[in-house]
C-alpha cells in the first residue's frame, strides 16, 4: 500500500500574523493545510493519507475535516504529531503498521503540510522511484551560489553550482528501508537530523532524485504567505513597503511558472 503523510506537527508561528500554526491560515477561501490534502486525494496512487497534527491543534483539525467535507475515515486519518519532524513520521508508521501490518511493498509519502502547490506529476514520480530504489527526494537545482562559512564572517568555500539542489518534498520511502536504517542511528545521529532523507544519507543507502518545481514552494515567512496568496489569486495582506515591490515581482515571475508546470508537468 502506498501512505501519505501530511507532517503538521509544528506550531508554525514563525510568521507573527496569528495566533494560530501556519499550515492552518487561510490560502483563498481554505486552509493551507486543506489545498495541501486536496492535492494528495487527487493522487490515485495513494491509498490512505495520514496527517500528523500538533497534540493542541488535533481537534481543530479534525472539524476542518468535516467543515471542508474530508471526513473519510477509510481515506483520512489524524495522529498525534511529535516533537520534531521525524517523530512526526514514525508516530504515523507506527499507526499504519498496527492497523495494516507490515509489508515489504508498503510506502511512505511524506509531505509538508505548508507546501500546497505540489503537482500530481511530482507525486506520482515519487511513488515509482520509491518502489525502484527505496527512497527518493524532490529538489530543483540551486540557481544561486552557495557560500560555505563555518563562522559566519568570512568564505570559507563556494562548492560547484552545477553539483548543488535545494530540497523540497515530498521525500518518499519503502517504509521498511526507512525504520531499519533509522533503528541503526546513534542518539547523537538521531539529534542532528534535519530531515528523513538525512537518515538514509547518514548510513550510506541511495535515494534517487525527483525534479521539483519552483511553484512548491514552502510557506514558512509572510513574503511565502503573500506569493502563495498571489499564486492562488487570494486577496493578499499589506506588506512593508521595503517588501512589497519585490516581492510582487517574484510572485509573479512563481505565478507564470506554476500555470506553465500546471499544464505541462501535472
Not at 106 to 135: C, K, M, Q, S
Not at 163 to 181: A, C, H, R, S, V
Not at 202 to 209: D, N
Amino acid at each position: 500500500m502506498v501512505f501519505g503523510a501530511i507532517l503538521a506537527g509544528g506550531s508554525g508561528t514563525r510568521m507573527h500574523i496569528s495566533n494560530m500554526p501556519k499550515q492552518f491560515l487561510p490560502l483563498d477561501e481554505k486552509p493551507i493545510i486543506i489545498h495541501t490534502l486536496e492535492k494528495l486525494l487527487m493522487c490515485t496512487k495513494i491509498d490512505v493519507i495520514y496527517i500528523g497534527v500538533n497534540p493542541a491543534w488535533l481537534g481543530y483539525m479534525s472539524d476542518l475535516l468535516e467543515k471542508y467535507e474530508l471526513d473519510f475515515e477509510d481515506k483520512i486519518k489524524l495522529v498525534l504529531g511529535g516533537k520534531n519532524r521525524n517523530d512526526t513520521i514514525f508516530n504515523i508508521i507506527n499507526d499504519i503498521e498496527k492497523t495494516y501490518g507490515e509489508s515489504e511493498d508498503n510506502i511512505i509519502v511524506t509531505h509538508d503540510a505548508v507546501r500546497p502547490f505540489v503537482t500530481l506529476r511530482i507525486l506520482d514520480e515519487n511513488i515509482e522511484n520509491a518502489i525502484t530504489y527505496g527512497a527518493c527526494d524532490t529538489v530543483v537545482p540551486a540557481v544561486d551560489t552557495i557560500v560555505v562559512s563555518q563562522d559566519a564572517q568570512q568564505i570559507d568555500s563556494i562548492p560547484d553550482r552545477s553539483m548543488m539542489y535545494q530540497g523540497q518534498t515530498p521525500q518518499t520511502f519503502k517504509i521498511n528501508i526507512l525504520k531499519e536504517l533509522y533503528s541503526q542511528l546513534k542518539p547523537s545521529e538521531k539529534n542532528i537530523l534535519t530531515d528523513a532523507c538525512k537518515i538514509c544519507v547518514m548510513k550510506g543507502a541511495p535515494v534517487k532524485l525527483v525534479k521539483g518545481n519552483s511553484s512548491n514552494i514552502k510557506i514558512t515567512t509572510i513574503s511565502d504567505y503573500k506569493i502563495a496568496q498571489f499564486l492562488v489569486g487570494g486577496n493578499v495582506v499589506e506588506l512593508e513597503e521595503n517588501d512589497r515591490w519585490l516581492t510582487i515581482f517574484i510572485s509573479l515571475l512563481l505565478h507564470s511558472s506554476f500555470l506553465l508546470s500546471m499544464k505541462i508537468l501535472t
